[in-house]
């Protein structure tokens, strides 16, 4: 049977990202999204590093999140690199909401179900590859499918929602403009920071 090859990418972005679990929800309680109108920070006596909106990443989110990147083989950036990497995810996941194209749970359990389902028609060495990485976080492949996985899942659609409404406007506004995703990331980022939407308030980090 021929590999999957946009398969095999999809599921590669997703089970990286679950790497990060503990950092997906490194504001508060999952359910907050979507809907709340702020995800505040539930360890107010940890050492925050970044502000973005009316939540807070920490140092300990900052650590989780590092120890779970460990597990790959990637070279890990330095923590700056890191923090506008958590602070952009954040920042879009807000921006979602408030534009009303956030995802729903229940969109990421259907996401979940679609992506299981092809998952079980590839060959045996992308199924025994995708188990390897389950092994690598201690859950079994039901733990993943049912309770790691939608969350996750819910905010890629959220992000993927509010990139594509956004180069959608863009477009429409600007038909001559060409820009990358990583531009309007940049873009987006560069805005909040004059806004004052994002601060840093670690003066050892280095916002570049």
Do not use: C
């Not at 989110?61 to 602070?87: G, I, R, V």
């Not at 979940?112 to 092809?118: M, Y």
């Not at 429409?172 to 995703?181: E, G, H, K, R």
């Amino acid at each position: 049977m021929k590999l999957n090859r946009k398969f095999i990418a999809i599921l590669s972005i997703a089970v990286a990202s679950v790497l990060t679990i503990s950092t997906i929800l490194y504001f508060t309680d999952a359910s907050h999204r979507p809907g709340g109108k702020h995800r505040m920070n539930d360890s107010l006596n940890d050492q925050a590093l970044i502000q973005v909106g009316a939540t807070y990443i920490t140092r300990t989110h900052l650590t989780a999140y590092k120890d779970n990147l460990a597990k790959s083989d990637a070279p890990l950036p330095d923590d700056s690199t890191l923090l506008k990497e958590m602070a952009a995810k954040e920042l879009m996941l807000q921006l979602a909401d408030e534009e009303g194209v956030a995802a729903s749970l229940e969109d990421g359990v259907q996401r979940a179900r679609q992506l299981r389902e092809t998952l079980e028609s590839q060959p045996r060495q992308v199924q025994e590859q995708h188990l390897r990485m389950l092994d690598a976080m201690g859950i079994s492949e039901d733990q993943y499918w049912e309770d790691y996985s939608p969350p996750e899942y819910r905010d890629m659609l959220s992000i993927e929602r509010f990139m594509n409404k956004r180069t959608t406007e863009m477009k429409t506004n600007q038909p001559d403009l060409i820009t990358s995703t990583k531009q309007l990331k940049e873009d987006l980022l560069k805005k909040a920071v004059d806004e004052q939407r994002i601060v840093v308030l670690d003066p050892d980090i280095h916002w570049r």
